[in-house]
Nanobody, 116 residues
Framework: VQLQASGGGLVQAGESLRLSCAASGSIRSIKAIAWFRQAPGKSREWVATTTNGGTTYYSDSVKGRFTISEDNANNTVFLQMNNLKPEDTAVYYC???????????WGQGTQVTVSS
């Protein structure tokens, strides 16, 4: 399985971006897909997860601003990011858990830069 993340860019604080994570196979067979991010000089941080059952989870830092969703027909998971803040600046990665209990498959990352 391959994951392709896209949609990053440079925006100003308060603006929005939508990231996409396209899977090479059906996402219906995936236990969970998550978004992570890594800012320069910092460790990777979990952002949000959507599960096979449709449940979503968010980190406290993005709750209320970010929304994770699925397009099963196109095997794509989205991360809608609203009211972006400079502290959201990072490389964003999507990752999939194919029922192994861990995220074994990762996309290549897409850069999000938020200017103040």
């Amino acid at each position: 399985v391959q994951l392709q993340a896209s949609g990053g860019g440079l925006v100003q604080a308060g603006e929005s971006l939508r990231l996409s994570c396209a899977a090479s196979g059906s996402i219906r067979s995936i236990k969970a897909i998550a978004w992570f991010r890594q800012a320069p000089g910092k460790s990777r941080e979990w952002v949000a997860t959507t599960t096979n059952g449709g449940t979503t989870y968010y980190s406290d830092s993005v709750k209320g601003r970010f929304t994770i969703s699925e397009d099963n027909a196109n095997n794509t998971v989205f991360l809608q990011m609203n009211n972006l803040k400079p502290e959201d600046t990072a490389v964003y990665y999507c990752a999939a858990d194919y029922w192994s209990g861990k995220y074994d498959f990762w996309g290549q990352g897409t850069q999000v830069t938020v200017s103040s």
